[in-house]
Structures are given as structure tokens and as C-alpha cells.
């Protein structure tokens, strides 16, 4: 039962973990339909900078907590100038453009921030300090230590507050209207290139906070880790329901658990024929079956209610 | 005079077709002597390209449905290849099997992924294709236990050459006075095959089938009512895709005498989207063009890279091969903001694209339907 | 990476620009006409999720090659200046044939590479069809020297032989009956520990499970979880130190007291820097014997870390003596004509910095000896050497 609660527990930090990076591709699409498929280098770049950061401050004799969160502040800084950036240079040319034309360019900046984080932060892995506290503790059998209990709160935190921004502000009533209907927005007075500008932003600033998360729990960084994880993060927000922040949510939680217990179980399931090694095996045809059944993911609604 | 006029423009698209014939039959002598070997393996492989983009140019330019996973068909057809003939099974069936043995195999598979994914669209699809072609990647990857079927990571070795009757394509041969090494037979080989998929292309494009497929594309609702099948339409789009990749596939297992699941990874289906899109979707000069581009820009690169900051700035500022993906990425999306519709779209997309200039900022801010 | 990391992406942009040009060779002057060129051919990838241990290889092929120079060779009465050709093959099979193929255009001598069974492999049937040596520093895969190549060699032990000796070690040595194992389902990592799995099995220990990861993975916890659950004395790990690090404290984290071992891919100083604390007691091999015991051997990572400014990553040492293995043939054999100094090569004797160097009929590795290591006070120390062992069947 210890084995099991423990792997619950793997599930739900994976799925936050994911869930975190979800909440940044389905705020992009909620608003303008598009798949940000470079939001996971984004992811990277913040941890990138957020290494670089702490390994400046961490000598000076600052309190960890506080390093942290200046490092947050100049790697959400550097992720937010580079989502203005990436949706001003190469979505915002091409918003009349066929569908896939900025697929393209997306997978371009992607080629290009990983090159570039190469060329700027060296081949090799990087170990990131500990900056959050580390103990572990014991709970009935299984064991989660408070970098994890951190990042469950987060990510919860986070979805909170977007959901109250995006419910309860002015600009989240400008983000649903530009989300709706661009022309008829910008007739009632919304800005529809600056809304979206700061929805990239605000993407790009939870992409921040999401690579930092990820460096503190694995403690290793490199210019690779984005892509795989916003490939896992991008399955997590289809399966809830891509533009559906509580989808992003509840994707996220549901893929961490379907790896863990997956990979946990599923060997002794079927007498050792399938094992660990079908894990993404198992995620994606969770995602298929789901899919087939409701072919807008789980929460997933086609037009409204969209961020 | 009229007559006169009509016969020499005859006369010289006879000319023109002549000339291309001379430059494609002689391009391996030609590259191999002003740019060296290693170029003509290029070409061959951006023949296997080209097949490839245009067997995804059926079902994404074409039908319109978004394939994140159809390197997944190549790698049906390169290891069905490579089972078939190589010492892995103790197999070795002739070369005119195990090719089409592959192609409908991988057309099989193709059916297959269609069936649960008719109800989906758009980013839906690409993620579920995407799905797809992870899920027969982990298999190739893991079926060496508890039956050792396709060697697992080790991937399969020793692949027979391709051989028609006794005339293997792995060795050099003298004909008409001319040595032709290996790599300038497979690229006449590959010629064929791709000269022969441009054609069924062009003859699809012009069939019901074709046009079908495009009514779904523009409008599936409305295909249907006109009343197309929409089911079977769009599986047998899949798997007229799937069955170029599976026979692309077994042209690469042929060539390069072994396989292994690398190469078989998301970037590769991601590449040939990137030559399909990038050359102009639907349009099978298009999509020829971005195949060669793309197969091409690397490896220029890799030449390009270090020289060309040596002459500017008289000394190397950054590893040339960490700038060669930079600037690869960086075309990427010059071309792509510089042409939105690809580098030759269609005729027809062309004209979509400038009507919609007229009505631009209608719908949503990305036009999905689009 | 020698340089710091300022905050502004522009500053740390042209720091890591002036270091890459401080790294670069001086421009190569035209041969005159007693000078004898002869080019080396080294591919392993250079971008990519493998970057770091690829630019390792090319550096340490890059620095017996200036050595070389430095010392002045002399064939056929000529003195000889030796370039180096390095290409990126991105560890993608398809790339590896292109760069295979531009070598041989290239005309040269011999190939240091690749670093990938999965590139090495598809790369040798050229190198054999056009009669060029290569010497792979790293392919551990068995199938590479079993094609029947005769220019096919590798300074490296292969899976078979590493994994026998890891597994006889775990099983006999340790004593660990109960031996859990991953792999990362990588040519390497799954060739490893099948090898590893055989041999423990062989010498009386128990799998009590097998589980799966890949190359690209950072969270283990899953596997991890499960393995705990079966009360291994042993944790297994056929992979690289990427995957090694997050899995080493990860154990620790679920509190899964085994012993951990992983193969030459662990033997990092990578790995005692990236995992810290979680670093101690972890077991890992490495074929050859303990540099300083061998005669070149002791000064050679200071003279790479003064050269680079960075500790050798891992397969430094192998491209460097993969290097002098082939100029040591082409001086016996007083060329650098392939077919000349290839039935030199197959023949050699030679004491590299890794081991000494000779290769059996198939081009591997003759009696490689291994040594097995153990992060102690956090350096790794070698525990034993274990010479000899036989050359691996193939299955």
C-alpha cells in the first residue's frame, strides 16, 4: 500500500510538474488558436537564466529563498521579453497565413533557442543549487520531500489565479472577448495586439517559473531539457482539453499518473510482456481512447468558455 | 504562321523536357566530380526525401489532415525490409518483394491510424498522429524480448543490398563505358521511384479522389453533403500517404544496410512537414522544391558555417557546427515570413490567400478553417 | 565551461563567443613540398542531446593530433603534418553515412569514430567498401566488429566484455544476490546491462527486476518506487551520467538503500559535480587500467583540462590513444596508404594512455583489461583491475 501511495505521489508531482507547462500552451491557444510548439525552449531558457542568475548571487551571502526569487524575477524578465519577442517577430506576421505556416516558425524558434542556449550555456549539464528546502518527510510509508510539496502548491496557485485573472479582471474579459472575436473586441475598444502581446508574456512568465520548478526538483539543467517536456506538456493539455486552463490542470495531473502507475504496474499486470518501457505507450493511447470518445479532451468545449 | 508558332512552342517544351532529362540522367557524373561523392549520397537521400513529403503532401496538402506522425510509416517500410532480408530471420526474399511488401504494409498501418481519428481535427489529429508514431517507434525499440522480433535498440544489420535479378546497386558496375558506383545506382534507382510517385501524384490530383480530398480539405461538412464519402476518403488518404513512406522506407533500409529505431524519432516526421509546408503544400513542384531544400541546407551549412565567418570577420567567433542548426532555424523562419504560403504554393492557395487579404481580421485571429 | 555566467544573455553571448574563438586551432598553412599532408577523419555529434560528450571526443582526438604534429613525424623520409577533418553527425545513423561518405571524398587516412554504435555501424560498410581504417573510440555495441570488416576496430571494451566483468563484480565482489536492473533502451544502455544481466545471472545472483527508462528522462520515481518494493541489494543502470545523476538521487530521496552501479557511462566527473551527496559509494567500470598506471598515462587529463579548460568528459582518453594507435601503424608500416598500414594496425602492440593496445582478429580489443571505480570522499577511486577476460561470444 506504502508502494502504491508512493506512486500516487510520484504521479501527482510528475503531473505538476506537467501541468505548469500545460497552463502556458493553453493560455496561447485560448486566445489565438495556435500552438506555441517553442513554449518548452521558453521553459528552458527560463531555467537557463535562472541558473545563471543564482550562480551569480549564491556567494554573496543572500538567504537562498531570496536568490530564488530574484532569479525569478530576471528569468520571468528575459522569458517575458522573449515571448514579445518570438509572437512579435514570427506569429504576428503570419496571423492571415495558412494554419501550419506558423507551426513552422515555431519549430524554427525552437531550433533556434536550443542552438542558442547551446552556444550561450556550454554543451554539458549544469547542476542547479538547492535553493528550496530539501527534507523529506515521511508520510503513511511513502516519502515526498518539500521541493515537491512546492511544486503541487505552485502549480495550483497558479491555475488559481489565472482562472480568477482570466474570470475576474478587465483584462481577463479583454483576453475571452479577443479570444471570441478579434474585430468585434477591438470595436468595443480592446487592443487586441497588445491583449495578445500580454498573454505571450504572461506564457512565457509561468514557462519561467515552470523551468525553475523543474531545475529545483531534478537539480539538472541543460539546453535540450525543453523539448521533451513541453512535448509531454502539450499531451497533457490536449487531453484536458487544450485552451481550458482546468484541462491544463487536470491533463497534467491525469498524464503524471498514468506514467507513474504505468510504469509502476504495468509489468506486473501483464506478467512482465509489457514493462516500464511502454510507459509512453500507455500515455498515448489514454490520450487516443480519450480522444475518440471526446474529441475535444476531457474538459474541452469547442469555442466557448475557451482561457 | 499561327501553326508555325504553336509547333515551336511544342518544339521547345520538347526542348526544355530534354534538357531536364539530360541534367537529371547526368547529375550523379556531374556532382560527383565538381562537389565529390559525398553529394551524390546527398541527392540519393533527397530523392528518398522527396518521396517521402509527397506521400505526406497527400494527406496533409491534399486532405488537409495535420500527420505529426508519419515517419512512423517509413519506419514500417524500412524494417519490413530489413526482417525480410537480412540474417536477423535468416530471410532474404528478393528485392521486388520485400519493396511493395513493405509500401502495403505500411498502407495497412495507415488505415490503421485512420480509423480511430476520423472524428478529429486539427491540433487533435497532430497529436494523436504524433502519438502514433511514438508508439511504433517504443515498439520497434522494445520487441527484442520476450521475442527477439526487431533487435531492439541494437537495430537490424547486414540488410541485403538492393539486387535486381543478379545486378546488386551495393557494388560499382561498368556499363557503357561508364563507372557507376554504388551511391550513382541507387540515385537512378531512387529517380524512378520518385519520377513514379510525382506521376501518380499528378494523375491523383486531377481524379475525383483529388478532388474529393481537396472538398474535404476546404470544407468537410460540406464535402459530405455533396455527398462524399468522408470515412473512406480520408483513410484511403492515410493510406496512399502511408504507402509512399513504407516504400521510401524500404529504399532506406536497402541503401544504408541498417536500421535502427533513431532514426525513426519525432524530429524526422517534423522535417518532412517542414519540406512539405515550407515548399508549398499541395503543389507537387512545391514539395519537390522543399524536399531538395531541406535535405540540402544542412549539409551546405556544414560548408557554409565555418568559411563564411572566417571571410567576414577574418576569424571563427562560434563552433561552425553550433551555428549550423542556429542559421538553419533562422531560415526556417525567414522563409516561412517571407512566403507564408510556402515557397510555390499552388495555384489555387495562392488565390485563397490574396481574397483573404480583402477580408483579413474576420473569425478568429488565426483562421483555423484556413 | 570556463566562463562565468553574468546575468545579461548578451554579455554571456560574447563571453562564450571569445572563448570559442580562444578554443579555435590557428588557420592551417599550405603544405610546402617536403611536408607530407595526411588527414584524419573524426565524426561523433557535436549538437544535439549528446553535444557534450561528442566535443569531448573531437578534443581529444584534436589534441593527439597537435602532439603529433608538435613532435614531427616522419614517413617515407617526409616529414608529416597531420589535419584533422571533424564532422558533426548529429548521432543520427542517416548523417553518419553522409559524413562517412565525405570523409572518404576527403581522401583521408583514417577515421577516429564514430561515437555511437548507431552511427558507427551503418558508418563501417563504407569505410570497408572503400578499404579506409577505423577506429572507433566508443561504439560499444557487439554487432559493430562482428560484420566482418576488416577495417573495423575500436579501442573500447564492447558490451560483452564490460558487462561480464560488471556482472561477475556486482554478484561475486559485492555479493549482491537481489540485483535490480534499468536500461535506457538506448544500443548501449540496453546492450550493457542484457550483458550485465547474463553474467550476474551466471555467477549466482538474482534479477528481482527489470525496468526501463530512456535516454532522455529525468524523472525515475516510478521505476524507482517499484524497484523498492522488491528489496534489491543492487541497483543496475545500463545508461549515461545525464539519466545516472537524477536516478542516483532519486534513490536516495526514496530512501532505496542499494548499491548503485552503472558502466563506463557513469565514470564521470560529471557525475560526482551534477549528484553531490547522492554521488558516494556509486560503482561504475572502465575498460583499461587507471591512467597513472600507465606509462603517458599520469599527465594526460592536466594536459587536456590546461588544453580546454574543462575536465575530460569521458572518451577523451580513447579518441587520443584511437589517434596514436593509427600514426604508431602508419610509422611501422613507414605510410599513410591505407592498405599499407591497415595489416600494421590489426597487428599493433601498443601502450596507450587508456591501456595497452592490441586487437583481435575481429578488431576489438584484446584482453581488455576493466577497471571497476567507486566514488569515495568524492573522487573516484579505482578499486580493482580485472585483466584478461576473455573476448564475448556473439549472439
Keep these: 500500500m506504502d508502494i502504491f501511495l508512493q506512486q500516487i505521489i510520484n504521479g501527482l508531482v510528475q503531473g505538476s510538474i506537467y501541468a505548469l507547462v500545460a497552463l502556458g500552451y493553453t493560455m496561447v491557444y485560448g486566445i489565438l488558436g495556435l500552438i506555441n510548439f517553442a513554449h518548452g525552449e521558453v521553459v528552458m531558457i527560463g531555467a537557463m537564466v535562472a541558473l545563471s542568475v543564482s550562480l551569480l548571487l549564491i556567494g554573496s551571502g543572500l538567504p537562498p529563498l531570496l536568490v530564488l526569487l530574484i532569479a525569478l524575477m530576471v528569468a520571468a524578465a528575459v522569458c517575458m521579453v522573449l515571448g514579445y519577442g518570438i509572437e512579435r517577430l514570427a506569429y504576428r506576421p503570419l496571423r492571415n497565413a495558412p494554419r501550419l505556416a506558423p507551426l513552422i516558425t515555431a519549430i524554427g524558434v525552437s531550433i533556434v533557442l536550443q542552438n542558442l542556449a547551446m552556444i550561450i550555456w556550454g554543451r554539458e549539464y549544469h547542476a542547479f543549487p538547492a535553493l528550496l528546502p530539501n527534507s523529506s518527510h515521511l508520510l503513511a510509508g511513502a516519502i515526498i520531500n518539500e521541493v515537491q510539496i512546492i511544486i503541487v502548491l505552485v502549480a495550483t496557485a497558479m491555475m488559481a489565479g489565472l482562472m480568477l485573472l482570466v474570470h475576474r479582471t478587465r483584462l481577463g474579459r479583454a483576453m475571452r472577448a479577443v479570444a471570441e472575436n478579434p474585430s468585434a473586441a477591438a470595436l468595443m475598444g480592446v487592443n487586441p495586439n497588445a491583449v495578445i502581446s500580454i498573454t505571450f508574456m504572461m506564457g512565457a512568465a509561468l514557462a519561467a517559473v515552470a523551468g525553475i520548478m523543474v531545475s529545483a526538483n531534478y537539480g539538472i539543467v541543460h539546453y535540450y531539457m525543453g523539448s521533451i517536456l513541453g512535448l509531454k506538456a502539450f499531451t497533457a493539455a490536449v487531453l484536458g482539453g487544450i485552451g481550458n486552463l482546468r484541462g491544463a490542470m487536470l491533463g497534467g495531473l491525469l498524464l503524471g499518473l498514468i506514467e507513474s502507475l504505468g510504469a509502476g504496474y504495468i509489468g506486473d499486470l501483464t506478467g512482465g510482456f509489457f514493462g516500464s518501457h511502454y510507459q509512453d505507450v500507455f500515455a498515448f493511447l489514454v490520450l487516443i481512447v480519450v480522444l475518440v470518445f471526446r474529441p475535444a479532451g476531457l474538459l474541452g468545449e469547442r469555442v466557448a468558455d475557451r482561457a | ?370 | ?395
Design chain 2, 1 to 370: 504562321m499561327n501553326m508555325l508558332a504553336q509547333m515551336s512552342r511544342k518544339h521547345r517544351a520538347w526542348l526544355a523536357f530534354a534538357a531536364l532529362a539530360m541534367l537529371l540522367l547526368s547529375l550523379p557524373f556531374i556532382t560527383d566530380a565538381l562537389l565529390g561523392r559525398g553529394w551524390v549520397r546527398i541527392l540519393d537521400f533527397a530523392l528518398l526525401y522527396i518521396v517521402l513529403a509527397l506521400g505526406l503532401n497527400i494527406v496533409v496538402g491534399y486532405a488537409g489532415l495535420l500527420d505529426l506522425g508519419y515517419i512512423a510509416f517509413f519506419a514500417v517500410g524500412a524494417y519490413c525490409y530489413a526482417l525480410l532480408g537480412s540474417p536477423q530471420f535468416g530471410l532474404h526474399l528478393p528485392f521486388w518483394i520485400v519493396l511493395p511488401a513493405g509500401a502495403l504494409l505500411a498502407g495497412f498501418f495507415g488505415v490503421l491510424l485512420g480509423a480511430p481519428t476520423l472524428k478529429l481535427r486539427g491540433d487533435y489529429l497532430a497529436i494523436v498522429t504524433l502519438g502514433f508514431g511514438e508508439i511504433i517507434r517504443i515498439f520497434l525499440n522494445n520487441l527484442n524480448a520476450p521475442l527477439n522480433i526487431t533487435n531492439g535498440p541494437q537495430g537490424i544489420s547486414m540488410i541485403d543490398p538492393i539486387r535486381i535479378g543478379e545486378f546488386s546497386l551495393a557494388s560499382t558496375h561498368e556499363l557503357f563505358g561508364l563507372t557507376f558506383p554504388s551511391v550513382h545506382l541507387h540515385y537512378y534507382l531512387f529517380l524512378c521511384i520518385t519520377l513514379l510517385v510525382i506521376f501518380v501524384s499528378l494523375r491523383l490530383e486531377d481524379s475525383r479522389i483529388g478532388r474529393a480530398w481537396m472538398a474535404i480539405r476546404e470544407d468537410e461538412v460540406a464535402a459530405a453533403a455533396m455527398g462524399i464519402n468522408t470515412r473512406n476518403i480520408k483513410l484511403l488518404a492515410f493510406a496512399m500517404g502511408a504507402t509512399f513512406g513504407g516504400a521510401a522506407g524500404g529504399l532506406f533500409a536497402g541503401f544504408q544496410g541498417f536500421v535502427s529505431p533513431e532514426s525513426f524519432g519525432l524530429t524526422e516526421s517534423i522535417m518532412v512537414l517542414c519540406m512539405v509546408v515550407l515548399g508549398g503544400m499541395g503543389n507537387i513542384g512545391g514539395v519537390v522544391f522543399g524536399g531538395v531544400l531541406l535535405v540540402l541546407l544542412p549539409e551546405a551549412l556544414r560548408h557554409g558555417a565555418g568559411p563564411v565567418q572566417q571571410a567576414l570577420f577574418g576569424k571563427m567567433f562560434i563552433d561552425p557546427e553550433s551555428l549550423r542548426m542556429l542559421l538553419f532555424g533562422l531560415a526556417l523562419i525567414a522563409v516561412m515570413l517571407w512566403r507564408p504560403a510556402g515557397l510555390w504554393p499552388s495555384r489555387q492557395r495562392r488565390r485563397e490567400l490574396s481574397a483573404d487579404d480583402d477580408a483579413a481580421q474576420r473569425g478568429t485571429v488565426y483562421d483555423a478553417a484556413k
Design chain 3, 1 to 395: 565551461m570556463s566562463h562565468s555566467q553574468p546575468p545579461l544573455l548578451l554579455t554571456v553571448f560574447f563571453a562564450a563567443t571569445l572563448a570559442a574563438c580562444d578554443k579555435a586551432e590557428p588557420p592551417a598553412t599550405s603544405p610546402t613540398t617536403d611536408e607530407l599532408l595526411v588527414k584524419i577523419g573524426a565524426s561523433s555529434p557535436l549538437t544535439g542531446p549528446q553535444a557534450h560528450i561528442g566535443k569531448d571526443n573531437e578534443n581529444g582526438t584534436r589534441m593527439a593530433i597537435a602532439e603529433a604534429n608538435a613532435k614531427g613525424i616522419t614517413l617515407s623520409g617526409k616529414k608529416v603534418r597531420f589535419e584533422l577533418i571533424s564532422e558533426d553527425d548529429q548521432a543520427d545513423p542517416k548523417t553518419a553515412t553522409i559524413v562517412a561518405q565525405k570523409l572518404v571524398d576527403a581522401k583521408v587516412s583514417g577515421i577516429i569514430g564514430h561515437l555511437n554504435s548507431g552511427t558507427s555501424i551503418p558508418a563501417s560498410r563504407i569505410y570497408s567498401d572503400n578499404g579506409i581504417p577505423q577506429i572507433s573510440p566508443s561504439a560499444t555495441a557487439v554487432t559493430y566488429t562482428a560484420q566482418g570488416f576488416k577495417t573495423a576496430f575500436r579501442v573500447m571494451a564492447n558490451d560483452g566484455q564490460q558487462g561480464k566483468v560488471l556482472g561477475e563484480y556486482a554478484a561475486k565482489n559485492l555479493a549482491a544476490g537481489k540485483i535490480a536492473v534499468i536500461d535506457d533502451r538506448t544500443a548501449y544502455g540496453q546492450g550493457l546491462a542484457a550483458e550485465f544481466v547474463k553474467a550476474a545471472l551466471a555467477s549466482g545472483a538474482q534479477i528481482v527486476a527489470h525496468e526501463y527508462t530512456n535516454d532522455k528522462a529525468v524523472d525515475f520515481t516510478a521505476v524507482l518506487t517499484s524497484i523498492k518494493g522488491k528489496k534489491p541489494d543492487l541497483v543496475f543502470f545500463g545508461g549515461m551520467d545525464p539519466q545516472g545523476v537524477p536516478l542516483v538521487k532519486q534513490m536516495k530521496a526514496l530512501r532505496l538503500n542499494a548499491k548503485f552501479m552503472m558502466g563506463d557511462g557513469g565514470y564521470t566527473p560529471k557525475l560526482i559535480e551534477l549528484a553531490g551527496a547522492a554521488a558516494e559509494g556509486v560503482y561504475a567500470s572502465l575498460p583499461g587500467v587507471p591512467p597513472d598506471q600507465m606509462p603517458g598515462g599520469k599527465g594526460f587529463s592536466q594536459r587536456y583540462e590546461a588544453k580546454y579548460q574543462q575536465p575530460i568528459q569521458l572518451y577523451a582518453p580513447y579518441c587520443y590513444d584511437a589517434v596514436n594507435v593509427m600514426i604508431a601503424a602508419m610509422q611501422k608500416a613507414d605510410s599513410a596508404e591505407p592498405a599499407k598500414y591497415l595489416p600494421e594496425l590489426a597487428k599493433i602492440e601498443y601502450d596507450g594512455v587508456t591501456a595497452k593496445i592490441t586487437f583481435d582478429q575481429k578488431g576489438d580489443l584484446k584482453g581488455g583489461a576493466i577497471t571497476l571505480y567507486q566514488v569515495q570522499q568524492g573522487k573516484w577511486q579505482p578499486l580493482q583491475t580485472m585483466g584478461g577476460s576473455a573476448p564475448a561470444t556473439v549472439h
